[in-house]
């Protein structure tokens, strides 16, 4: 028997795409797409670097600031090194770039006086913001999948060695799930940016967080520090605590605290410009 969808389900489905449409089209038309694909392909150029100057160190005397940089990262040139490197980077440079996303897209809407129009649409705040934070994740997620391919090619061409399909399905764990830890991290960003009305409180923020884990990381206590919990997983050089369950649990209902007060914020909350 064929189910008949309801006219509240159909709506429902056209509001959210239209919606998410016209988030896709705000950052299509925005520098701001392009300037954080660059800001995280930072990290697998840095690799490069690394390899080139590991591998041929009398290219210039300037290079002693890259080879020291490099052994202060751990940094092997091999395969198993470089695609660690990439996890890494977006453990600890995703929190930033990821964070300034979560700004911009809502942020703007402040900063942009375009929210007051969004609050008058026929169309429920929840799904709105349901937009926002799908745009949120299929960015991130794009970002990590082009950083991920600037790898795989930087890698290719300086005929790394080292490489193996346990190697690659190893790193592309760790960069998956690296990649979602920081990901959904975004959640409680939109909500300082949503009452914050702008980009300064949340960027503040995230700036924030990144030092607070450096610190609580350097403490011991890492583990129980959301901000801090990418760059463990990723085995970031320094980071040897091991995550549990507690550590899990704080940075999904940090997350989930994030996302319900987002929502509970422009759905109840009387809105001023």
Do not use: H
Not at 71 to 89: K, M
Not at 133 to 153: D, K, P, Q, R, Y
Not at 179 to 190: D, H, K, M, R
């Amino acid at each position: 028997m064929t189910r008949i969808k309801t006219p509240l389900k159909v709506s429902l489905k056209i509001a959210l795409s239209a919606c998410l449409y016209a988030e896709i089209l705000k950052v299509k038309r925005s520098k701001v797409f392009i300037a954080t694909i660059i800001a995280m392909s930072i990290a697998p150029i840095m690799g490069a670097l690394f390899t080139i100057v590991l591998r041929s160190p009398e290219l210039s005397g300037g290079n002693a600031a890259l080879m020291k940089k490099a052994a202060l990262t751990g940094f092997t040139p091999d395969w198993p090194s470089f695609l660690n490197l990439i996890a890494q980077a977006i453990g600890v440079g995703g929190i930033i770039v990821f964070g300034f996303i979560a700004s911009w897209v809502f942020g703007r809407e402040y900063s942009d006086r375009t929210a007051k129009d969004l609050f008058v649409l026929p169309v429920s705040r929840t799904l709105i913001v349901a937009a926002k934070m799908l745009t949120i994740v299929l960015w991130s997620i794009f970002i990590c999948l082009i950083v991920l391919a600037e790898g795989l090619t930087f890698g290719y061409f300086l005929a790394l060695p080292g490489w193996s399909i346990e190697v690659f399905f190893e790193a592309l764990r760790l960069i998956s799930v690296t990649s979602v830890l920081v990901i959904i991290l975004s959640a409680p960003v939109t909500f300082i940016a949503s009452i914050g009305k702008g980009y300064l409180a949340p960027l503040a923020f995230v700036v924030l967080t990144v030092v607070f884990a450096q610190i609580i990381g350097a403490l011991g206590f890492g583990v129980y520090f959301p901000w801090a919990l990418p760059a463990i997983y990723s085995k970031i050089i320094g980071a040897q605590s091991i995550l549990n369950f507690t550590s899990y649990f704080i940075l999904i209902a940090t997350s989930i605290a994030g996302l319900a007060a987002t929502i509970y914020y422009w759905k109840y909350v009387d809105q001023t410009m």
